[in-house]
């Protein structure tokens, strides 16, 4: 029986119940087997679906956490890094500052020494030379004054004596 046979029997008033009752429960037995084969197998892989997506959205979080924990203690090592090393910096400008003034202040009393010693040995020199100087002047006195003593002396002598024991002065060095 088709619908329009159906329709034309309700209004005419003629039901046939028996096909209705077929139809229902055809319709009831396939709605347990959609439900059973179609809605239950889909069902659950949508429910495995949302589990699976639930499982990377945490991964997902998780991942997100732990890198933005890994960025911040990059961030903490970087900055202690470049505290430390700006500590090396300084320390090693203050040591160069240190050995500088090490190195100036020795050199200051190198040179201090070093003219001191320059100072004493020019007054030896100095007392050498004055000393050797007398005992030319003596020796040159002495000369003359035997000479003086041996002749009497004009003044083209006395000239020429000058300059003889002048000579003969420094012949003697």
């Known amino acids: 029986m088709s619908q329009t046979d159906l329709v034309l029997g309700f209004v005419l008033g003629k039901l046939n119940t028996g096909d209705i009752l077929f139809q229902a429960i055809i319709f009831v037995v396939l709605l347990l087997l959609l439900k059973k084969f179609a809605y239950g197998p889909l069902v659950e892989m949508m429910r495995k679906r949302e589990e699976h997506i639930a499982k990377e959205i945490e991964t997902a979080e998780k991942n997100r956490e732990e890198a933005a924990k890994l960025l911040e203690e990059q961030r903490k090592l970087l900055k202690e890094a470049r505290v430390e090393g700006q500590n090396l910096i300084e320390n090693a400008?203050?040591?160069?500052?240190?050995?500088?003034?090490?190195?100036?202040?020795?050199?200051?009393?190198?040179?201090?020494?070093?003219?001191?010693?320059?100072?004493?040995?020019?007054?030896?020199?100095?007392?050498?030379?004055?000393?050797?100087?007398?005992?030319?002047?003596?020796?040159?006195?002495?000369?003359?004054?035997?000479?003086?003593?041996?002749?009497?002396?004009?003044?083209?002598?006395?000239?020429?004596?000058?300059?003889?024991?002048?000579?003969?002065a420094g012949e003697m060095k």
Do not use: G, N, W
Not at 107 to 133: F, N, S
């Open 93 to 168: 400008r203050k040591q160069a500052e240190v050995q500088h003034d090490d190195i100036v202040a020795t050199a200051r009393q190198e040179a201090e020494r070093m003219k001191d010693a320059a100072k004493v040995e020019i007054e030896q020199e100095k007392a050498k030379a004055v000393a050797a100087l007398r005992e030319q002047v003596a020796s040159l006195s002495v000369m003359i004054a035997s000479k003086v003593i041996e002749k009497e002396i004009s003044e083209k002598d006395h000239e020429k004596f000058i300059l003889d024991s002048i000579k003969e």
